[in-house]
């Protein structure tokens, strides 16, 4: 379990660790916000890509060959983004970095390996549980390393924690996917069932847009940090961990009663909560009450909200097709970063200088309601 936990954890390092410095980044290489937040955005559509590959090519070759690649390709890249001498440099080595997220993938498809149905709802929840603690101080650390040092020493981070976790994989992360997994063929002759089903549709697309909001989030929460209530970037930091507070609660809410309500309620009460929380903070917004309280206490409860619904849809998305458990969660992870990528781009359009937090607070909250209105097929079942 440590060890699906810190390998889901290593792309969500990779993910916010250097947030906080996103707003000097663009300054040190002369370019715009909109610009340098192609960091983020880039690296959720390569983890886009990534998901969407990392499942397949794991149930035919197995699980532990596929992730141990992918560390190898994250290190190369990781070492990129240090060398790099432009932006345009650094986002294109920022895009490979997204290869880490094979491990969330592969993190949940050795779980469906080994548990079925409310049960995998539940590990997985306490692997996201663990692995949450990673979002909550990663950017923390960023920042305060941002202050004392510049942005390089996330990625200086990045690099040294990495290696550790290939080390990690290599001695303990044993094969799941027994049999090598099914044969190519046999896998395109269960795509069509798969992709015909309403089931896999709702939990997928509930998945898509809760974790859309939180994107959003992402890419556009530093620029309203800076500019909103003129935060430093180790302050930024700081306040960045709220939402991974909220979603630790909601992932231990997941593993603690996802086996006695079941997954399909969790998502519900999850999605309702999400939907609630963003509403409030933009009501709140358009009231005038502009606090950093306010705005990330609302999104903190957006967490736990996430950590209800993530973990129980990605194990209902894997219990369609149980054969096909890699590709499920591959291309139910593709499609809910590539809706956070879009999520997280039309944020950073949006928000310019004099626009403050409105514009992100819009976005979160219909992508909220997307997530609450996919559940109809998934409540038609019951």
Do not use: C
């Not at 149930?59 to 790099?84: K, Y």
């Not at 997941?254 to 509403?279: E, K, N, Q």
């Amino acid at each position: 379990m440590f060890t699906l936990i810190v390998l889901a954890g290593i792309g969500a390092l990779a993910t916010n660790v250097f947030l906080p410095s996103l707003p000097g980044m663009a300054r040190d290489f002369g370019v715009e916000y909109g610009r340098m937040q192609l960091a983020v955005t880039g690296y959720l559509a390569g983890s886009a890509i990534v998901q969407l590959l990392a499942g397949p090519i794991s149930d035919i070759w197995g699980r532990r060959p596929v992730m141990l690649g992918a560390l190898l390709v994250f290190l190369a890249a990781t070492a990129g983004t240090l060398l790099a001498p432009d932006a345009g440099w650094f986002l294109a080595m920022r895009m490979v970095q997204a290869v880490a997220a094979a491990g969330m993938v592969l993190s949940r498809a050795v779980v469906r390996d080994l548990v079925a149905g409310d049960a995998a709802a539940s590990r997985i929840g306490y692997v996201t549980m663990g692995m949450s603690i990673i979002p909550m101080l990663a950017p923390v650390l960023g920042g305060v390393m941002d202050e004392f040092w510049g942005w390089r020493a996330s990625f200086v981070l990045m690099l040294v924690l990495g290696t550790a976790v290939l080390a990690l994989a290599w001695a303990d992360m044993g094969e799941t996917a027994r049999g090598g997994g099914l044969p190519l063929r046999a896998q395109m002759q269960g795509y069509p069932a798969l992709a015909r089903s309403g089931l896999f549709w709702g939990y997928a697309l509930a998945a898509t847009f809760a974790s859309g909001a939180f994107f959003a989030y992402l890419g556009g929460a530093p620029f309203v940090g800076e500019t909103v209530f003129q935060l430093s970037p180790a302050e930024v930091g700081y306040w960045f961990a709220a939402p991974s507070i909220g979603y630790l609660l909601g992932n231990f809410a997941t593993g603690r009663w996802s086996i006695l309500v079941g997954m399909d309620r969790m998502i519900l009460w999850g999605a309702v909560v999400t939907a609630v929380a963003l509403a409030v903070s933009l009501a709140a917004d358009l009231a005038g009450l502009h606090h950093p309280l306010v705005f990330f206490g609302s999104v903190a409860v957006m967490g736990l909200g996430n950590g209800m619904v993530l973990p129980n849809a990605n194990a209902g998305m894997m219990s369609v097709r149980p054969e096909l458990a890699g590709t499920a969660s591959g291309l139910g992870g593709a499609m809910a970063v590539a809706g956070g990528a879009a999520l997280a781009t039309l944020a950073g359009w949006f928000l310019v200088p004099g626009a403050g937090a409105t514009p992100l607070l819009v976005i979160m909250l219909l992508s909220g309601l997307g997530s609450l209105a996919a559940l109809a097929p998934i409540m038609r079942k019951r």
